[in-house]
């Protein structure tokens, strides 16, 4: 089986800076499409940013835009989501989302666990 495990949330002042990482537990699976998706209690799941690997396209929400940026390590196949510029409004669980290979058989709309963002005043 392949899972996706988030790192890198905390608590951080606003103004400040997190990364974080979203690896998949099996060094074969090679992504095809990845996202982050966050949400606050009493909140939709919404899409934060997303990247297509091979083409490079990138889309990124309202709020991301010029402080998040998505990237993917290819040879960890991980993925990463640079948070500049935090807001108190930033707060909430990131999930990281993806499909890809694992050998002949496509695994599509993979979850991560979750990892907690808290930004403070």
């Known amino acids: 089986q392949v899972q996706l495990v988030e790192s890198g949330g905390g608590l951080v002042q606003a103004g400040g800076s997190l990364r974080l990482s979203c690896a998949a537990s099996?060094?074969?699976?090679?992504?095809?499409?990845m996202g982050w998706y966050r949400q606050a209690p009493g909140k939709q799941r919404e899409l934060v940013a997303s990247?297509?690997?091979?083409?490079?396209?990138?889309n990124y929400s309202d709020s991301a835009k010029g402080r998040f940026t998505i990237s993917t390590d290819n040879i960890k196949n991980t993925v990463h989501l640079q948070m500049n510029s935090l807001k108190p409004e930033d707060t909430a669980i990131y999930y990281c989302?993806?499909?890809?290979?694992?050998?002949?058989?496509?695994?599509?709309?993979?979850w991560g666990q979750g990892t907690q963002v808290t930004v403070s005043s």
């Open positions: 989302n993806a499909g890809g290979w694992f050998g002949r058989i496509y695994k599509s709309d993979l």
């Open positions: 990247l297509n690997p091979t083409s490079g396209l990138t």
């Open positions: 099996r060094s074969s699976f090679s992504f095809v499409v």
